[in-house]
């Protein structure tokens, strides 16, 4: 079974910090490009930050630089998101995607390349 297994969603106050999993489920993420995606109610899906297979491209969505981290550990094919000093506008449904990328890019202003999806885990930052 190809696809990607998301943890780490929940309930948190604002200014709390989560930390979502991603991991392949049969297969390995070595020469995956990594991206992870929030759909928050009403709203369309957008892009919140992605990182190459090896994790020398990194990029953040302007909404969350300086709070969100992503990373990954190829050992465990696993990529991560830490999220701190969330808001209530960081409520929505958060996505993982892997796309097999050979060059050391990554892309979040489009998803239709990501070929593996997470089922999405929700986060609802709400006191």
């Known amino acids: 079974q190809s696809q990607l297994v998301e943890s780490g969603g929940g309930l948190v106050q604002p200014g709390g910090s989560l930390r979502l999993s991603c991991a392949a489920s049969g297969f390995t993420l070595d020469y995956y490009a990594i991206g992870w995606f929030r759909q928050a109610p009403g709203k369309e899906r957008e892009g919140v930050s992605c990182?190459?297979?090896?994790?020398?491209?990194?990029n953040y969505a302007d909404s969350v630089k300086g709070r969100f981290t992503i990373s990954r550990d190829n050992a465990k094919s696993t990529a991560y998101l830490q999220m701190n000093s969330l808001k209530p506008e960081d409520t929505a449904v958060y996505y993982c995607?892997?796309?097999?990328?050979?060059?050391?890019?990554?892309?979040?202003?489009?998803?239709?390349?990501?070929?593996?999806w997470g089922q999405g885990t929700q986060v609802t930052v709400s006191s």
């Open positions: 995607a892997a796309v097999l990328a050979v060059q050391a890019v990554c892309v979040m202003d489009t998803d239709t390349m990501y070929d593996y």
């Open positions: 990182i190459s297979s090896r994790g020398s491209t990194i």
